[in-house]
Nanobody
Framework: QVQLVESGGRLVQAGGSLRLSCAASGRAFSTYTMGWFRQAPGKEREFVAVIDYRGGSTYYEDSVKGRFTISRDNAKNTVYLQMNSLKPEDTAVYYC?????????????????WGQGTQVTVSS
């Protein structure tokens, strides 16, 4: 069992930066693939970024490539999402999720555990 708690979301102006954190508790965080997803009002929850259990492999949704960076610190049981050059279309609730399968997946259906989400609002 893994419990996830996101933090760091807030209101920011377009062009600004935020760093989201996701703190995990429970056993074996370092064995989980970790992903970030987001959900805007009236839209499906969509993939943003994923990092493998060791932090050696990452993958991003096309619209955030070059702007967002996912990283993890297994000693601190935490995964991060650094978001730069934010745009109004990045406005959403951001969720972190853990996948115990060992695979690197972009599908939300592969993830076993979810946090409660943190709101990011980008004003124009």
């Amino acid at each position: 069992q893994v419990q996830l708690v996101e933090s760091g979301g807030r209101l920011v102006q377009a062009g600004g930066s935020l760093r989201l954190s996701c703190a995990a508790s429970g056993r074996a965080f370092s064995t989980y693939t970790m992903g970030w997803f987001r959900q805007a009002p009236g839209k499906e929850r969509e993939f943003v970024a994923v990092i493998d259990y060791r932090g050696g492999s990452t993958y991003y949704e096309d619209s955030v490539k070059g702007r967002f960076t996912i990283s993890r610190d297994n000693a601190k049981n935490t995964v991060y999402l650094q978001m730069n050059s934010l745009k109004p279309e990045d406005t959403a609730v951001y969720y972190c999720a853990a996948d115990g399968s060992g695979l690197v997946s972009v599908s939300r259906y592969e993830y076993d555990y979810w946090g409660q989400g943190t709101q990011v609002t980008v004003s124009s």
